[in-house]
């Protein structure tokens, strides 16, 4: 009996055996993967829900409502632009198995805009894009070390780099509020360490330096020991560099806990939509100091918030038009652009090539110039800075953008120059 | 004859070993990865099999003892550069050593308490990592076992090592645990569990053999762990959650608690269901919410179907209802 058990269990495994091997024809090769003869077919992986998702969940939303508009439009030499979305909760382990897929499994062209520093380190080790050519476009962090060509070849950056950030905060501090106790509250990882480089390299010292453990904002003790340790340094004006929750949860707790230092939000984290959502009145950001790279998003005067805003809003018409939405949406256009400079049959090189070749010159809703280059895979190098009016708005100081630029290295910050060229007819690549 | 037995055993290994190695030749990069997945869920499931079916103990956090072996693997690669067969011992071995202390305390405890306290574990465990940095703290540390050896030419890709390495693995791994269940131990194991007072009577060693039964599952578990690392690439405390515990005992419910021979079918529903899940989502459009939690509204739910309707899984289902139809032909 026992012996017939296993006789069969044989029969099973070769009938198993040779059934798959007859039923798994080898694909017939695409001329690239991702790319089709009617489509091209990105992934992104970001935080869609948990702790850190609030404010991000809204990018995707932007990036295939202007996709769809260029859909609408002909698409890029007739093919339809596809984005497929996947949710790492903003937890590494999960975007190395979220990416895995969409390589894997989705076959994407590149990899567009996958969100969080630690998350993008994890899969460049991990699953290593680089190695395998496939193309990671416009990173969603500010680590300075992504635009390292060498370490990242396919990888590019867009948002200014946190060493950036902090030397031209930096400035900002010593113009504005010299011999101001100082603290300053960051994400515990390279976020935040980029960060503290900016801040050492810019000869700014701290009164008071909190960190906190990503994921912690979520907690109901953590924030209010973090406004309690800078409220006992005396902080007078306190820089918040952190992500839009950990951003909500200090600004509430400290408007609860009445302690009121003049706030200066890194990039990241000055987020009304995000503060809102995450259950605290917009008005604690009122007389904030924040910086940006794009224009104001209530700035309708400017051709680009108009036309994003027109667009965002009629693909989503019970959503508010915030930063998210338009750094999300002018990441959309760029990734247009260089598709459609890409040529009429895309490749994963041809995109990089594309991009280092004429990447200087796409047309870009941001105040702050691209820096894209053969050597050089640096996106934005600059910020504005303004204050948040009592509805949560950014808005620049006196009306008048005053853009200043910088490196990740040495370099000085300088007060910029640059004119941003017209939009192109209808935002569409030209 | 014994001997013998075994020795067909094995040829039965190697038979599969060859099928493996044949369809990992044959299948596409994805396949294979989640072929790698599965035999790490082969591994994970076979300790929990061997803990919880064999010896009659209950643990919640084979997901901690995954992570101690994670963490001893990527440690001793990352500080000392051993060789990746001797991680993967050094992981087995030192997890080994965490079962044996819990397995001390675990002797001394039985249902609902012995629960308890491994799902503390399970809980705390995984977040050390947060309170020293050589752990690498919530970003975790990268576990690179390198690449797959020259020899095996240009089109021979990461997955298909991750695969190999793992499904290697999981079938020697798997022989041992089948060879430990038929000798002496497995024999003491299951009369302990039937009934300790009996077992006692009958010259076991009950407490000496239950602190053996969670030595050697942890020793599997921390082979398992060293894998999943290895086909994620970094071990952290998110690596280990909660679920991974849960998910690892639905799976061994599924594959009947009592029988190995089972074991694949918990390990393929594990690594099908967030698939399955995926497709029902993209098909009807869900919302985001869902679909992060759908998976595990699946697992949850087929672990509720199997206690209502396979109590024993389903290999011992079809067992019982073979015997005893064999039973009537008879008569």
């Known amino acids: ?430 | 004859m014994d001997k013998l037995k075994g020795a067909n055993k094995l040829g039965l290994y190697v038979v599969s070993g060859f099928i493996l190695f044949l369809l990992g030749n044959r299948v596409d990069e994805l396949r294979v990865y989640q072929g790698a997945s599965i035999a790490v869920f082969v591994v994970a499931i076979s300790s929990i099999i061997l803990l919880t079916g064999y010896s009659g103990q209950v643990s919640l956090g084979h997901g901690a003892l995954m992570a101690i072996g994670a963490y001893s693997a990527v440690i001793s690669r990352n500080s000392f550069h051993t060789p990746v067969i001797l991680t993967f011992v050094i992981a087995v071995l030192i997890a080994a050593i965490g079962g044996a202390l819990l397995g001390a305390a675990a002797a001394r405890l039985s249902g609902p308490y012995l629960a308890g306290t491994t799902l503390a574990l399970a809980i705390g465990l995984p977040s050390l990592a947060n309170q020293f940095s050589i752990l690498g703290g919530e970003q975790g540390i990268f576990f690179d076992v390198g690449f797959p050896p020259p020899s095996l030419g240009e089109g021979f890709t990461q997955y298909k090592w991750f695969f190999w390495i793992a499904a290697l693995a999981a079938l020697i791994s798997m022989w041992l645990v089948a060879n430990i269940l038929r000798s002496r131990f497995g024999r003491n194991w299951r009369a302990g569990r039937s009934n300790e007072t009996a077992a006692a009577l009958s010259g076991i060693n009950v407490s000496r053999s239950k602190i053996l039964a969670f030595t050697i599952s942890a020793g599997v578990a921390g082979l398992a762990g060293a894998l999943l690392s290895m086909t994620i690439g970094i071990v952290s405390p998110s690596a280990f959650p909660l679920t991974l515990s849960f998910s690892l005992l639905t799976g061994a419910v599924l594959s009947g608690v009592s029988t190995l021979s089972g074991v694949m079918i918990g390990a393929v529903t594990l690594v099908a269901i967030p698939e399955i899940a995926d497709a029902v989502a993209t098909r009807i459009g869900v919302s985001e919410r869902l679909t992060t939690n759908l998976p595990g509204l699946m697992v949850s739910t087929l672990l509720i179907l199997t206690v209502l309707f396979v109590p024993n899984g389903p290999v011992e289902q079809h067992r019982t209802r073979q015997a005893r139809k064999a039973a009537r032909e008879k008569h």
């Open chain 1, 1 to 430: 009996m026992k012996a017939m058990n296993r006789r069969k269990l044989f029969t099973v495994c070769a009938t198993i055996a040779v059934a798959s091997l007859a039923v798994t024809a080898i694909p017939a090769q695409a001329a690239e993967v991702g790319v089709s003869s009617s489509e091209i077919k990105l992934g992104m992986t970001l935080p869609m829900t948990g702790t850190a998702s609030p404010g991000y969940n809204k990018i995707p939303g932007a990036v295939k409502a202007y996709f769809d508009y260029v859909n609408a439009n002909g698409g890029i030499n007739g093919r339809k632009l596809t984005l497929v979305v996947k949710d790492d909760q903003y937890v590494p382990t999960l975007a190395v198995a979220k990416t895995n897929e969409l390589i894997l499994k989705d076959k994407v062209m590149a990899l567009l805009a996958p969100l969080g520093t630690a998350n993008n380190k994890a899969v460049a080790s991990v699953v290593n894009p680089g190695a395998r050519g496939i193309p990671t476009l416009f990173v969603n962090t500010g680590f300075s070390g992504f635009a390292d060509k060498k370490k990242y070849p396919t990888t590019f950056s867009l948002l200014p780099s946190y060493i950036m950030e902090a030397k031209i905060m930096a400035e900002y501090i010593k113009d504005n509020f010299a011999g101001k106790k100082l603290g300053l509250l960051y994400q515990d990882d390279d976020f935040g360490d980029d960060a503290l480089a900016g801040f050492k390299q810019a000869g700014l010292n701290f009164d008071v330096k909190v960190a906190y453990a990503s994921g912690s904002q979520g907690d109901k003790v953590s924030p209010a020991q973090w406004v309690t340790k800078l409220q006992a340094g005396g902080a007078e004006v306190v820089i918040l560099f952190g992500v839009s929750s950990a951003t909500a949860a200090a600004l509430g707790t400290a408007s609860v806990m009445k302690f009121a230092p003049q706030w200066i939000l890194g990039s990241v984290g000055g987020d009304a939509t995000t503060i809102k959502a995450s259950g605290v009145p917009a008005g604690v950001l009122y007389n904030a100091v924040g910086a940006s790279f794009a224009p104001a998003t209530t700035d309708t005067a400017d051709e680009y918030v108009k036309l994003f805003q027109e667009i965002y809003l009629k693909a989503n018409p019970t959503e508010t038009f915030d930063n998210n939405v338009m750094v999300g949406m002018n990441t959309a256009f760029l990734t247009a652009q260089a598709l459609k400079a890409a040529g009429t049959n895309p490749t994963r090189k041809s995109l990089i090539a594309a991009i280092e070749k004429s990447g200087k010159n796409f047309a870009s809703a941001a105040l702050v110039p691209l820096n894209y280059s053969t050597t050089s895979h640096v996106g934005y190098n600059g910020y504005w800075f303004g204050k948040y009016s009592p509805t949560g708005d950014l808005k620049p100081a006196g009306g008048v953008y005053t853009v200043y630029t910088t490196d990740s290295g040495n370099g000085a910050v300088v007060k910029s120059t640059y004119k941003r060229p017209a939009m192109p007819a209808k935002g569409l690549p030209n």
